[in-house]
């Protein structure tokens, strides 16, 4: 029996538009292990949060035109699935955590009422019932005084809670898969800690799989058993945490991990990677990050590297990989 639980191959997702075609995502796999936390990482514009609706079928069709190979859950092929036997998977077997929790609640709804729904939808419960659950979830995930808390509503609480709500709105059912799409974003750093705190520790004692989506790698570190980088629409390196940190073998990775700020770095020089990432619409020839790449050389701007295997199991994207010291490595 497969202990791969999320099984995503080949998916791609293109706008048409007026003045072309914008190419989200081009073709990317991604496996999440049961009880395994998987990080999709990359800069604001590559494709992750797209990718995430994508798997939740939460795009709408036009204007997104989406092909995949195979969208397997759990043994369960959901790629043709209707909408209303998705309906059933999403919050039972999939739940999302969305980024801005004051656009991804009702305003005109308690909170509790909001999380009834999960229970009285998908467990069959009465609204007496659902409410007994849903202090419950509250407790949980660490919100005080949960009784008058779900009498409350999403402008009565702090960012802070308003997330945690989220999270409990998540593992109200106790899914599969949880999808977290940069949970943390509009937090500050005290209050991001403690809810990435929260979603880590409620993942690991139910044993439930977990795709976070960020763009910051410090929350990587603390958080992800296995890191997929994306770059403008394609998966270029993957790898397990550990290694990735240690060892990063694509350029953009490099250049990420060299960002970040640390208390034991010396140099007092702050890395900042030149440019930008292409637009979606006009991406250039050949490998998309040579224009920004150090290492880049003419094959690099002429044809797209195929994402390589490598003996330990890492894959890498890339026709001169490095490692840890910046040299070039002969994988």
Do not use: W
């Not at 009834?116 to 202090?135: G, M, S, Y």
């Amino acid at each position: 029996m497969s202990d791969v639980l999320l099984g995503l191959k080949n998916l791609k997702v293109i706008f048409p538009a007026q003045q072309g075609i914008v190419r989200a995502v081009e073709g990317i796999d991604i496996d999440i292990k049961k009880g395994e936390c998987v990080a999709l990482v990359g800069e604001s514009g590559c494709g992750k949060s797209v990718t995430s609706l994508a798997i939740m079928r939460l795009l709408n069709t036009p204007p997104a035109l989406v092909d995949v190979e195979s969208i397997n859950l759990d043994g369960d092929e959901i790629t043709n699935y209707s909408e209303n036997k998705m309906q059933d998977v999403r919050g039972k077997q999939i739940s999302m955590i969305f980024q801005d929790a004051m656009t991804a609640l009702n305003p005109v709804m308690t909170v509790g009422k909001q999380i009834d729904e999960v229970f009285i939808k998908h467990q069959k419960l009465n609204k007496k019932e659902a409410r007994i659950e849903t202090i419950k979830a509250l407790r949980l995930v660490g919100i005080p005084e949960p009784e008058s808390r779900a009498k409350a509503f999403p402008h009565q609480l702090s960012g802070g809670l308003r997330q945690r709500v989220l999270i409990a709105m998540a593992f109200a059912c106790m899914p599969k898969l949880i999808i977290a799409d940069e949970p943390t974003t509009a937090l500050d750093v005290t209050i991001q800690a403690q809810v990435l705190e929260v979603l880590r520790s409620m993942q690991r004692s139910h044993n439930v799989s977990l795709l976070l989506i960020t763009h910051d790698l410090s929350v990587v570190a603390h958080t992800a058993d296995t890191v997929y980088v994306m770059y403008s629409g394609k998966i270029v390196e993957k790898a397990k945490v550990e290694d990735l940190f240690k060892t990063p073998h694509h350029p953009y990775t490099e250049g990420l991990l060299g960002s970040i700020p640390r208390l034991s770095d010396t140099t007092k020089h702050f890395v900042q990677i030149p440019d930008s990432v292409p637009h979606p619409m006009f991406k250039p020839t050949g490998c998309y990050f040579h224009p920004r790449c150090k290492y880049a050389t003419d094959d690099c701007k002429k044809k797209m590297p195929p994402l390589e295997r490598l003996d330990n199991g890492r894959e890498i994207r890339c026709y001169h990989p490095i490692n840890f010291t910046g040299g070039e490595t002969n994988e």
